[in-house]
């Protein structure tokens, strides 16, 4: 069965540092997600993105957050400098356009710890 | 707006019980879409069910089901004779017709005791 990958699956960084988040969405899938789990917490909205471009972000999603598919087939997110609280697991999600629902298939999630 | 709310924090309950974890939602539209989502303590998240707004019938699968209550806004989740490995965290999700994006509820995390 189809998958999204991510990578790493455990990055531990110092605060101030610059992390890259990489994800491999399903191949024939349009639209791609990031998703933010604070441990303990809910899963929230980071950013979504199709044709090339952000279509939606959250207020969580600052100009310390961006986003991009360089090759056309990872899905990157960059946190330019880390602060403490970026300490979270980070989903990457993907879906095939289909008319009305919207199955998003979730990858196994990178865990960044800000120390 | 649209929201999710999982009253229920937590729950505990010994294996072979039947639990029902509660959902409610809010939206605007009417159009919409409701999920639910397993997140075994390995930490991804499996999807479990979608339901359209337009399709009120309950659903069973094994030993999960579910029960969709426009009239009441909730969308419960039902598991039968419980199982050790069904602890974990459990989600419910909405998605308005016109938005791009998932919003999840807090969580209600599931113990079940042997």
């Known amino acids: 069965e189809p998958e999204v990958t991510q990578t790493p699956s455990h990055q531990v960084t110092q605060m101030g540092q610059e992390v890259i988040l990489r994800c491999v969405p399903i191949?024939?899938?349009?639209?791609f997600y990031w998703y933010r789990q604070i441990l303990g917490q809910k899963v929230e909205f980071l950013v979504s993105?199709?044709?090339?471009?952000?279509?939606?972000k959250s207020e969580i999603f600052d100009d310390q957050f961006s986003v991009e598919r360089p090759d056309g087939s990872n899905f990157t997110l960059k946190i330019r400098s880390t602060k403490l609280e970026d300490s979270a697991m980070y989903f990457c999600?993907?879906?095939?356009?289909?008319?009305?629902?919207?199955?998003?298939?979730f990858g196994a999630g990178s865990r960044l710890t800000v120390l | 707006a649209q929201k999710v709310t999982q009253a229920q924090t937590e729950i505990s309950v010994v294996e072979k019980e039947d639990v029902t974890l509660d959902c409610v939602y809010e939206?605007?539209?009417?159009?919409?879409?409701l999920f639910w989502y397993k997140q075994p303590p390995s930490g991804e998240l499996v999807f479990l069910i979608r339901r359209n707004s337009f399709d009120e019938q309950n659903e069973i699968s094994g030993r999960y089901s579910w029960n969709f209550q426009k009239s009441t806004s909730s969308f419960n989740f039902t598991i039968t004779a419980s199982q050790v490995v069904d602890s974990a965290v459990y989600f419910c999700a909405s998605q308005m017709n016109r938005d791009d994006k998932i919003i999840f509820g807090k969580g209600t995390r599931l113990h079940i005791l042997p």
């Open positions: 999600a993907s879906r095939v356009q289909t008319s009305g629902a919207n199955v998003l298939t």
């Open positions: 191949s024939n899938h349009l639209y």
């Open positions: 939206t605007r539209d009417t159009t919409y879409y």
């Open positions: 993105f199709y044709n090339n471009e952000i279509s939606e």
